[in-house]
DNA sequence: TCCTTCCATTAACAATTGTAAAGAAATGAG
DNA sequence: CTCATTTCTTTACAATTGTTAATGGAAGGA
């Protein structure tokens, strides 16, 4: 239940057999259905979860329709950060795409790792850089590409979740209509032949 | 000298008169011309820029042209943080837009302030914390808003640098062509009569 | 001060995107 | 298994953006 959970953390911190016990009884295992919501917009976060299956989307809600921010898929860490970090009313929303498998810390648990077990600091430090430079990542993306090159690129990097996830939410995450994306995709698929 | 720099630190970690002092030494004044160049990309970035007065700009350079990836001014500390952070070829350049003075802190300096100073760690923690708040903002801007909406907002929070900084650069942090961003500036003012 | 370079706007045209609506296909719940 | 819902694509039209080029004006360096 945990084997995938400490991978990802042996990856920027190594942790002793005992320190890994402390870190697994820090967590709850919890099994949540397809659409459950976690995070709603207005509340704030005091959950992170750790994937372990399933899939999540974290979604801004923009009179009526959503807005995807961010896909998570498995063996990541998600939550609506801003929130989470900064125990602030979250402007997003936090919702299951598939039936999951997470692994919950409340933000209580989080400060009492902190004291416990000093290294976690590095741990959570090195996930908020990475998060930055992902979230820069797509922003130049914003910057330098056009719609289409946008989506060439998500393919290349995650063409699997175009099988999982409903085209709609991808084509929001790129930043235009469920319908530019289905013209942009016909026009790569006739570029091929 | 240091007073803007003490102003900011404060706001996030308190610091005897002691710990003050150990932080300044690790500093450098700099003062440097309209144009100069802090960091070319492919260079690893291995300085950081408090700016006391003049402002900076981040950028990428796409076959010819450059877009902007953000504007710094006074009070901020202005890096190519992905590349300061991890010690990697930076993707994006550094230059100045107006004479300027800054306050230079190098990578190993900041290692010696870690050690002296714990409460180093906490602060550059914070800063990153709200560089990625930030990008996320920006980020959902090009999620959120039109072309319109973007540069409204922008004149909100920044309007005094449209008097600071050419067009054509700003156009390009908001992701849009100058031409576009002309119409859109000739869009606004007619509704306004 | 003069001269060169840079800069902002405008125009015209092509290309792309958004919007609204409709239909076909796939999916999920009972 | 069946039916209602969701999802994806297509079409037609309006609106916006990008591109290229030209102009007048501002700004910076010697």
């Known amino acids: 239940m ?13 942790l002793s057999d005992r320190e890994k016990s402390v870190l697994e009884s820090a967590f709850v295992f919890k099994q949540v259905p397809r659409k459950f919501p976690l995070v709603k917009h207005g509340q704030i976060a005091n959950e992170l979860y750790f994937i372990n299956k399933g899939m999540l989307r974290l979604f801004y809600e923009n009179d009526g329709d959503e807005i995807t921010a961010y896909l998570f898929r498995e063996n990541l860490f998600a939550s609506s950060y801003d929130s989470f970090l900064r125990q602030t009313p979250s402007i997003q929303s936090l919702e299951t795409l ?3 498998d997470l692994l919950v810390i409340t933000q209580p648990k989080m400060n009492e790792l902190y004291e416990v077990l000093p290294k976690f600091n590095i741990l959570t430090r090195k996930i908020a850089e990475q998060r930055f430079i992902n979230a820069q990542q797509i ?12 989506y060439a690129k998500f393919v ?9 996830v409903p085209h709609h ?4 995450y790129l930043g235009m209509t469920p319908v530019s994306m289905s013209r942009i995709r016909n026009r790569l698929a006739q570029q091929k032949r």
Request: net charge negative; glycine share 2%.
């Open 139 to 150: 922003l130049s993306s914003f910057l330098l590409d056009s719609p289409e090159e946008r």
């Open 156 to 164: 290349e990097q995650n063409g699997d979740l175009l099988l999982r």
């Open 2 to 14: 945990f084997d995938a959970l400490h991978y990802l953390v042996a990856q920027f911190v190594p």
């Open 169 to 172: 939410i991808i084509a929001s």
């Open 98 to 100: 598939e039936d999951s």
